[in-house]
T-cell receptor
């Protein structure tokens, strides 16, 4: 069975500091991984997906198959990055059918 | 309105009531989903519809009954719910090889 683990429920950093949100997964096949973000009073939306290899809003995430991880990183956090972040794994190319982690609430302090 | 729209935004119902949640997408997607988000659990996939056909039911109790009359509309019919069913119910849609687009959810409280 597939599973996604986000070990930190809460993460707090100061503005300008680096931030890393951890995500580990278990899946026997070839995974497709995503990060979703939910800002206050806004809907859940895609932040990035590993196959795109993009940097969105300064965030990057590298799939490490050896460590079965997909950590989300940003070198300099901004206050507007404060939100709930979900790591998700999909077992096929249809992005809606994802298994989500429990989420990490990121707070960036001024 | 473009995107995925859910109504109502908030719903309070008794355990003997029957109510329905509605989801509408104007994105031309062919797949729609219901998720449950509660305080103590991660997002849980409930139902998947592809081209109006239900392709997945993740062991959801029969008191939740989905309906997909066309590829733009999705309903979740609720009947004799329990207090533990109180949660945020999210609808999403997608096209093959695209990300999921979520609605803002319906906050359901069962009393």
């Amino acid at each position: 069975a597939q599973r996604v683990t986000q070990p930190e429920k809460l993460l707090s950093v100061f503005k300008g500091a680096p931030v890393e949100l951890k995500c580990n997964y278990s899946y026997s096949g070839s995974p497709e991984l995503f990060w979703y973000v939910q800002y206050s009073r806004q809907r859940l939306q895609l932040l990035l997906r590993h196959i795109s290899r993009e940097s969105i809003k300064g965030f990057t995430a590298d799939l490490n198959k050896g460590e079965t991880s997909f950590h989300l990183k940003k070198p300099f956090a901004q206050e507007e990055d404060s939100a709930m972040y979900y790591c998700a794994l999909d077992r096929n190319t249809n992005a809606g059918k994802s298994t989500f982690g429990d989420g990490t609430t990121l707070t960036v302090k001024p | 309105e473009t995107g995925v729209t859910q109504t109502p935004r908030h719903l309070v119902m008794g355990m003997t009531n029957k109510k329905s949640l509605k989801c509408e997408q104007h994105l031309g997607h062919n797949a729609m989903y219901w998720y449950k988000q509660s305080a103590k659990k991660p997002l849980e996939l409930m139902f998947v519809y592809n081209f109006k056909e239900q392709t997945e039911n993740n062991s959801v109790p029969s008191r939740f009954s989905p309906e997909c009359p066309n590829s733009s509309h999705l309903f979740l019919h609720l009947h004799t719910l329990q207090p533990e069913d109180s949660a945020l119910y999210l609808c999403a849609s997608s096209q093959e090889d695209t990300e999921a687009f979520f609605g803002q959810g319906t906050r359901l409280t069962v009393v």
